[in-house]
């Protein structure tokens, strides 16, 4: 029973409590410092002693991306559970539980959002060292500071509900009159709670109003939505893409991009086209459309699908062809808690064209595939994923986009100074404007609409025909991929005739993209 001697001392509750908790945080502390110095250890041992980065040990061990302030958020939680319940083991009880609660809903979707889950930060998992922790280092110091105010909050309220002498009943300790706290430390309490309500109300702004995340639940009811509305689209004739020129500006450090497409459509159908629908990507704005050289207003815009309808001033009649352009600007605004964004980042921007190009018609890739989720949204089964093997429509369509076949095309990137603009096609020149670095591509040979993008800060390396562009700290691995181009090439030519295309580009691009992406005289492959 030493508690009867020690809360007789005079000496304030704070002073006790603090020792401990800042003891355990010392504890921590040495802990993390154990994991890092291994895994610098780790690190020399396989021969990377030149590439160590102290700050990046330092930021992720000891920081705020599930690092040591992460663990200290839970001790706090402990502590305050602690000071609430006055019982040892109702605390292990309590602290126990909700660990294991928050990993069961997170794992399992019960929960999808961070600002539910105490001390969840994002984009941990997705540092490159491309691009570093780009836009996650803003989003996560913004959640870093949320659970700071609140965990102050919580050491606070342990401080004011803590038994000292004898134990007092749970709602008499609810009561905001203990004189464990003094008047500023009461104050200081809703302060803090103040702060905690309005950086949720911030974040959830940046992330969840700015559209950069939203619950699968809602994602799922908006798909089924634009299939119920917009499947009849499917039935309608739509026109394809015979040829693409693009002229795009990127600005990673925006993260935006103003790009005009001047595209010729023609139609294959046997019946003529009077209304053109089209699938905007995600973040994209259509400024301005113009068809054989007149302005197109939209007949209707739905801003929640993505999906505008123009009726054409006349009809595009079977086998003609038009000239369709298109002013546009895509721009990521606040933050994300899960989705890198890939398309616009700071440092190694890379995407397909489909997340600047709209589809014409309906947009095949919104379809819900699990049945269990059509069945829960009312929708009928799909029998298959696939259309039937003699429909003859689809045949004629290539798998990477439904509304073009084999086209030529050109694409002219401008991106900031120390960039490097990345594209699809024959570059045929690059060259320096203003402050601002372009490249122009040229796709000669009829090629599916699989085009690709990008810009970031490169090194080239270059071996007769093979040059391999890649991280200026990344030297290791670019003899070993240029030999194994050389070797594929030679097999090709050896077993399968000529190979198509008279230069090899292999781009780097950052880890958090798929392993590898092909597309003509282009190859992105993941971090080397």
């Avoid at 704005?285 to 207003?297: A, C, F, N, V």
Wanted: proline fraction near 5%; charged fraction near 20%.
């Amino acid at each position: 029973n030493n508690w009867q001697i020690t809360d007789a001392l005079p000496v304030p509750v704070w002073v006790s409590q603090l020792s401990k908790l800042f003891a355990m945080f010392g504890v921590t502390f040495l802990l993390s410092l154990i994991f890092m110095f291994c895994g610098i250890l780790t690190q020399i041992i396989r021969g990377g002693a030149s590439t160590i980065d102290i700050g990046l040990f330092v930021n992720d061990f000891l920081g705020y991306n599930w690092g040591m302030i992460n663990y200290c958020f839970y001790i706090i939680l402990v502590f305050f559970l602690a000071g609430l319940t006055g019982k040892r083991f109702l605390t292990h009880v309590l602290g126990a539980g909700y660990f294991f609660a928050i990993i069961v809903c997170f794992e399992f979707g019960l929960l999808e959002d961070l600002r539910l889950g105490l001390g969840f930060t994002p984009g941990f998992e997705d540092y490159s060292e491309m691009n570093a922790y780009g836009m996650w280092r803003t989003a996560s110091f913004w959640y870093f500071l949320m659970w700071l105010t609140f965990s102050i909050a919580l050491v606070l309220l342990g401080i004011l509900f803590w038994d000292r002498g004898l134990a007092k009943r749970f709602l008499k300790k609810l009561q905001f009159q203990s004189k464990q706290l003094n008047l500023t430390g009461k104050l200081a309490v809703l302060v803090f709670l103040f702060l905690f309500v309005f950086l949720q109300s911030f974040i959830y702004k940046q992330v969840n109003l700015a559209d950069n995340f939203e619950l699968s639940s809602i994602t799922e009811a908006k798909s089924a939505e634009y299939e119920r509305t917009y499947s009849f689209v499917n039935t309608r004739p739509q026109p394809l893409y015979s040829h693409v020129d693009l002229s795009i500006e990127l600005y990673p450090d925006e993260r935006r991009a103003a790009y005009k497409a001047r595209t010729e459509i023609t139609n294959l159908n046997k019946s003529p086209i009077d209304t053109l629908y089209l699938s905007l990507p995600e973040k994209c704005e259509l400024q301005k459309l113009s068809l054989d050289g007149e302005t197109l207003e939209p007949l209707e815009q739905d801003e929640t699908h993505n999906m505008a309808m123009f009726l054409l001033p006349n009809s595009l009649d079977s086998g003609a062809i038009m000239p369709l352009e298109m002013e546009m600007v895509k721009q990521f605004t606040g933050f994300s808690q899960g989705d890198p964004q890939a398309a616009l980042v700071y440092q190694g921007t890379f995407a397909s064209l489909d997340k600047y190009l709209p589809k014409l018609g309906y947009d095949k890739s919104k379809t819900l595939t699990s049945n269990r989720v059509r069945l829960s949204q009312k929708l009928p089964r799909l029998t298959s994923l696939l259309p039937p093997i003699n429909d003859e429509k689809y045949q004629a369509l290539n798998t990477f986009r439904t509304d073009s076949r084999r086209i030529k095309g050109n694409i002219t990137i401008g991106t900031i100074m120390g960039q490097t603009p990345i594209g699809t096609g024959r570059q045929v020149k690059s060259w320096l404007e203003g402050n601002r670095q372009y490249a122009n591509f040229v796709i000669e040979k009829p090629t599916p609409l699989n085009w690709h993008i990008g810009s970031a800060p490169y090194s080239k390396s270059y071996d007769g025909d093979i040059s391999v562009y890649h991280n200026p700290k990344h030297l290791y691995n670019v003899r070993l991929y240029q030999r194994i181009l050389n070797t594929s090439q030679w097999f090709i030519q050896s077993n399968l005739g000529d190979y198509p295309y008279a230069e090899t580009r292999l781009y780097e691009i950052p880890r958090y993209q798929e392993a590898i992406y092909s597309f003509p005289y282009g190859i992105a492959v993941s971090e080397l």
